[in-house]
Protein backbone atom coordinates (compact mmCIF):
# COMPACT_ATOMS: atom_id res chain seq x y z
CA UNK A 1 0.00 0.00 0.00
CA UNK A 2 0.98 3.46 -0.23
CA UNK A 3 1.69 5.58 2.86
CA UNK A 4 2.31 9.27 3.19
CA UNK A 5 2.57 11.08 6.94
CA UNK A 6 2.54 14.33 7.92
CA UNK A 7 1.50 15.58 11.09
CA UNK A 8 -2.46 16.74 11.52
CA UNK A 9 -1.88 20.15 13.20
CA UNK A 10 0.54 22.80 13.67
CA UNK A 11 0.31 26.05 15.50
CA UNK A 12 2.89 29.20 14.62
CA UNK A 13 3.33 32.64 15.18
CA UNK A 14 2.68 35.32 12.58
CA UNK A 15 5.65 36.10 11.16
CA UNK A 16 7.35 33.41 11.98
CA UNK A 17 8.98 30.21 10.00
CA UNK A 18 7.36 27.13 9.98
CA UNK A 19 7.93 23.84 8.25
CA UNK A 20 5.37 20.95 7.44
CA UNK A 21 7.16 17.68 7.01
CA UNK A 22 5.86 14.82 4.56
CA UNK A 23 7.67 11.29 4.16
CA UNK A 24 5.96 8.72 1.96
CA UNK A 25 6.30 5.30 1.73
CA UNK A 26 5.20 4.14 -2.00
CA UNK A 27 5.64 1.73 -4.75
CA UNK A 28 7.69 3.92 -7.16
CA UNK A 29 7.62 7.60 -7.67
CA UNK A 30 7.16 10.35 -10.29
CA UNK A 31 6.71 13.60 -8.12
CA UNK A 32 5.31 15.24 -5.09
CA UNK A 33 2.90 17.84 -4.88
CA UNK A 34 1.88 20.49 -1.94
CA UNK A 35 -1.48 21.93 -2.25
CA UNK A 36 -2.97 24.56 -0.03
CA UNK A 37 -6.49 23.88 1.31
CA UNK A 38 -8.73 26.77 3.15
CA UNK A 39 -12.01 25.86 5.40
CA UNK A 40 -14.90 25.08 3.32
CA UNK A 41 -12.67 25.46 -0.16
CA UNK A 42 -11.04 23.87 -2.74
CA UNK A 43 -7.42 22.65 -2.57
CA UNK A 44 -4.97 24.97 -4.77
CA UNK A 45 -1.66 24.12 -6.27
CA UNK A 46 1.26 25.23 -4.49
CA UNK A 47 4.37 23.38 -5.36
CA UNK A 48 5.31 20.47 -7.78
CA UNK A 49 9.03 18.40 -7.04
CA UNK A 50 10.37 15.45 -9.07
CA UNK A 51 14.19 16.11 -8.46
CA UNK A 52 15.98 16.08 -5.14
CA UNK A 53 16.55 19.78 -3.51
CA UNK A 54 14.82 23.01 -2.18
CA UNK A 55 12.16 24.99 -4.83
CA UNK A 56 11.37 28.12 -4.13
CA UNK A 57 8.32 30.52 -5.12
CA UNK A 58 7.73 33.71 -2.66
CA UNK A 59 7.27 33.05 0.81
CA UNK A 60 6.71 29.28 -0.12
CA UNK A 61 9.52 26.77 -0.23
CA UNK A 62 9.12 23.11 -0.59
CA UNK A 63 12.18 20.30 -0.47
CA UNK A 64 12.88 16.68 -1.63
CA UNK A 65 15.08 13.98 -1.32
CA UNK A 66 13.38 11.03 -2.91
CA UNK A 67 16.13 8.99 -1.20
CA UNK A 68 14.94 9.62 1.96
CA UNK A 69 11.15 9.80 0.90
CA UNK A 70 10.99 13.27 2.36
CA UNK A 71 9.51 16.31 1.98
CA UNK A 72 8.80 19.39 3.47
CA UNK A 73 7.13 22.79 2.94
CA UNK A 74 8.51 26.25 4.35
CA UNK A 75 6.34 28.60 4.78
CA UNK A 76 8.40 32.42 6.19
CA UNK A 77 7.03 35.57 6.89
CA UNK A 78 4.11 34.06 7.90
CA UNK A 79 0.48 35.69 7.82
CA UNK A 80 -3.07 34.70 9.59
CA UNK A 81 -4.52 33.96 5.84
CA UNK A 82 -1.70 31.37 5.52
CA UNK A 83 -4.13 29.46 8.29
CA UNK A 84 -5.42 26.26 6.10
CA UNK A 85 -4.80 22.77 5.63
CA UNK A 86 -1.47 21.54 4.02
CA UNK A 87 -1.86 18.52 2.00
CA UNK A 88 1.23 16.60 0.81
CA UNK A 89 0.41 14.42 -2.68
CA UNK A 90 2.58 11.79 -4.30
CA UNK A 91 2.64 10.87 -8.04
CA UNK A 92 2.40 7.07 -8.71
CA UNK A 93 2.76 5.05 -11.38
CA UNK A 94 -0.27 2.66 -11.27
CA UNK A 95 -1.88 0.50 -14.75
CA UNK A 96 0.49 1.66 -16.98
CA UNK A 97 -0.80 5.25 -16.12
CA UNK A 98 0.12 7.92 -13.09
CA UNK A 99 -2.12 7.78 -9.97
CA UNK A 100 -1.89 11.03 -7.39
CA UNK A 101 -2.40 9.90 -3.69
CA UNK A 102 -3.01 12.31 -0.64
CA UNK A 103 -1.85 12.72 2.99
CA UNK A 104 -4.31 13.57 5.66
CA UNK A 105 -2.98 16.87 5.80
CA UNK A 106 -1.38 19.43 8.51
CA UNK A 107 -3.93 21.97 9.92
CA UNK A 108 -1.73 25.20 10.50
CA UNK A 109 -3.02 27.77 12.51
CA UNK A 110 -1.19 31.00 12.75
CA UNK A 111 -2.00 32.97 15.72
CA UNK A 112 -0.81 36.72 16.30
CA UNK B 1 -11.16 30.67 -18.22
CA UNK B 2 -13.82 29.52 -16.09
CA UNK B 3 -12.70 26.69 -13.31
CA UNK B 4 -13.97 23.38 -12.14
CA UNK B 5 -17.40 23.62 -11.52
CA UNK B 6 -19.45 20.75 -9.44
CA UNK B 7 -23.34 20.67 -9.16
CA UNK B 8 -25.00 19.86 -6.91
CA UNK B 9 -23.33 21.88 -3.80
CA UNK B 10 -25.08 20.24 -1.32
CA UNK B 11 -27.02 17.15 -1.25
CA UNK B 12 -28.64 15.68 1.22
CA UNK B 13 -29.84 11.95 0.43
CA UNK B 14 -31.53 8.96 2.68
CA UNK B 15 -29.95 5.65 3.20
CA UNK B 16 -30.37 3.42 -0.09
CA UNK B 17 -31.12 6.27 -2.29
CA UNK B 18 -28.08 6.83 -5.26
CA UNK B 19 -26.95 10.34 -6.18
CA UNK B 20 -25.13 11.21 -9.51
CA UNK B 21 -22.80 13.94 -9.03
CA UNK B 22 -21.53 16.49 -12.29
CA UNK B 23 -17.99 18.20 -12.62
CA UNK B 24 -17.39 20.25 -15.85
CA UNK B 25 -13.72 20.67 -15.91
CA UNK B 26 -11.65 23.60 -16.92
CA UNK B 27 -11.81 23.93 -20.97
CA UNK B 28 -9.28 21.90 -22.84
CA UNK B 29 -8.62 19.72 -19.88
CA UNK B 30 -9.06 16.10 -20.37
CA UNK B 31 -8.27 14.51 -17.33
CA UNK B 32 -10.90 14.62 -14.39
CA UNK B 33 -10.09 12.99 -10.95
CA UNK B 34 -12.73 12.57 -8.58
CA UNK B 35 -12.12 12.09 -4.61
CA UNK B 36 -13.98 11.62 -1.42
CA UNK B 37 -12.69 14.00 1.71
CA UNK B 38 -13.67 13.16 5.06
CA UNK B 39 -12.01 14.14 8.36
CA UNK B 40 -10.62 11.42 9.36
CA UNK B 41 -9.45 10.27 6.11
CA UNK B 42 -8.41 13.19 4.04
CA UNK B 43 -8.20 13.05 0.47
CA UNK B 44 -9.25 9.42 -0.98
CA UNK B 45 -8.97 8.73 -4.64
CA UNK B 46 -11.93 7.40 -6.41
CA UNK B 47 -11.29 7.12 -10.01
CA UNK B 48 -9.57 9.04 -13.07
CA UNK B 49 -10.82 9.46 -16.54
CA UNK B 50 -9.36 10.18 -19.91
CA UNK B 51 -10.89 11.21 -23.40
CA UNK B 52 -13.54 9.21 -21.53
CA UNK B 53 -11.56 6.17 -20.45
CA UNK B 54 -11.40 5.40 -16.84
CA UNK B 55 -7.82 5.18 -15.78
CA UNK B 56 -7.53 4.67 -12.51
CA UNK B 57 -9.50 3.51 -9.86
CA UNK B 58 -9.20 3.47 -5.75
CA UNK B 59 -10.23 1.02 -3.00
CA UNK B 60 -14.12 2.07 -3.10
CA UNK B 61 -16.85 -0.70 -3.63
CA UNK B 62 -18.63 -1.20 -6.87
CA UNK B 63 -21.17 0.79 -5.80
CA UNK B 64 -18.79 3.89 -6.37
CA UNK B 65 -18.99 4.81 -10.40
CA UNK B 66 -18.29 7.14 -13.14
CA UNK B 67 -18.01 8.03 -16.44
CA UNK B 68 -16.81 10.90 -18.52
CA UNK B 69 -18.60 12.51 -21.81
CA UNK B 70 -16.94 13.21 -25.11
CA UNK B 71 -16.71 16.95 -23.80
CA UNK B 72 -14.39 15.68 -20.76
CA UNK B 73 -17.55 16.41 -18.48
CA UNK B 74 -17.53 13.83 -15.49
CA UNK B 75 -20.10 12.24 -13.52
CA UNK B 76 -19.67 9.85 -10.34
CA UNK B 77 -22.94 7.75 -9.55
CA UNK B 78 -22.93 6.06 -5.96
CA UNK B 79 -26.01 3.43 -5.49
CA UNK B 80 -27.19 2.54 -2.36
CA UNK B 81 -25.87 4.94 -0.18
CA UNK B 82 -24.83 4.44 3.13
CA UNK B 83 -24.29 6.90 5.94
CA UNK B 84 -20.23 6.24 5.39
CA UNK B 85 -20.92 7.80 2.36
CA UNK B 86 -21.43 11.26 3.66
CA UNK B 87 -18.96 13.55 2.65
CA UNK B 88 -16.79 16.03 0.36
CA UNK B 89 -16.51 15.19 -3.22
CA UNK B 90 -14.31 16.88 -4.90
CA UNK B 91 -12.99 16.73 -8.58
CA UNK B 92 -10.14 17.53 -10.17
CA UNK B 93 -8.97 18.53 -13.61
CA UNK B 94 -5.28 18.67 -15.30
CA UNK B 95 -4.64 19.48 -19.23
CA UNK B 96 -2.68 16.31 -19.34
CA UNK B 97 -3.01 12.75 -17.62
CA UNK B 98 0.66 12.47 -17.45
CA UNK B 99 0.31 12.86 -13.06
CA UNK B 100 2.97 15.41 -13.58
CA UNK B 101 0.62 18.45 -13.69
CA UNK B 102 -0.77 20.21 -11.32
CA UNK B 103 -4.96 19.58 -10.25
CA UNK B 104 -7.37 22.10 -10.34
CA UNK B 105 -10.10 21.37 -7.90
CA UNK B 106 -13.63 22.18 -7.69
CA UNK B 107 -15.58 23.42 -4.67
CA UNK B 108 -16.74 20.16 -4.10
CA UNK B 109 -20.26 18.41 -3.64
CA UNK B 110 -21.12 18.07 0.00
CA UNK B 111 -23.03 14.92 0.30
CA UNK B 112 -25.13 14.38 3.62
CA UNK B 113 -26.83 10.81 4.02
CA UNK B 114 -29.43 10.00 6.46
Known sequence: GQNIDQPTEMTATEGAIVQINCTYQTSGFNGLFWYQQHAGEAPTFLSYNVLDGLEEKGRFSSFLSRSKGYSYLLLKELQMKDSASYLCAVSIPSGGYQKVTFGIGTKLQVIP | ?114
Open chain 2, 1 to 114: KAGVTQTPRYLIKTRGQQVTLSCSPISGHRSVSWYQQTPGQGLQFLFEYFSETQRNKGNFPGRFSGRQFSNSRSEMNVSTLELGDSALYLCASRLRGDGMHEQYFGPGTRLTVT
